[in-house]
């Protein structure tokens, strides 16, 4: 597997990473239309997408940052078929050589249910593992998402 650094995406690219996102988010988050994820992606500044290709060239994990409130935030999802394979370590990896600072939102619960009628799984451990900090104070909360926010710095 590779990591290919991206600032803009072709639509087959959106494509993938929408179906990406819809599979492994809980279904409140998805996106019914690649339309609307790409709204979403329009509305971020200063985006940068690490796409993690295998060797069919197919995308298999996703991280990317961008600016929000003057701090650089990020997010990350691996396909489920290969989660706790190192994938996800290896795309923060990437993210942590060109960031000095990451903030991210997680979700710290296991109420939530992925398109696929299975639970979602919180990954709040796997960025403690990698050096994250969780900021107890900061939360959002709404009817989609209910999460904690993180951060690392170098």
Known sequence: MEIVEK???SLEQKEALCQLWNNEYPEKLS???????DIYLNSLLNIKHYLLIDDANEIKGWAF??????????????DDQIQG???GSLLLKELKKRKNN???????????IKKN????????LFYIKNGFSICNGTRIENKKISAVKINWKR
């Open 117 to 124: 009628k299975e639970p979602y799984k919180s990954p709040l």
């Open 85 to 87: 394979k190192g994938k």
């Open 102 to 112: 990451l903030n991210g939102w997680v979700v710290d619960h296991e109420n939530d």
């Open 31 to 37: 996106y019914k239309k690649t339309e609307e994820f």
């Open 65 to 78: 940052t961008f600016l929000r409130e003057d701090e650089v935030w990020f997010a990350i999802i691996i």
């Open 7 to 9: 600032e803009v995406l």
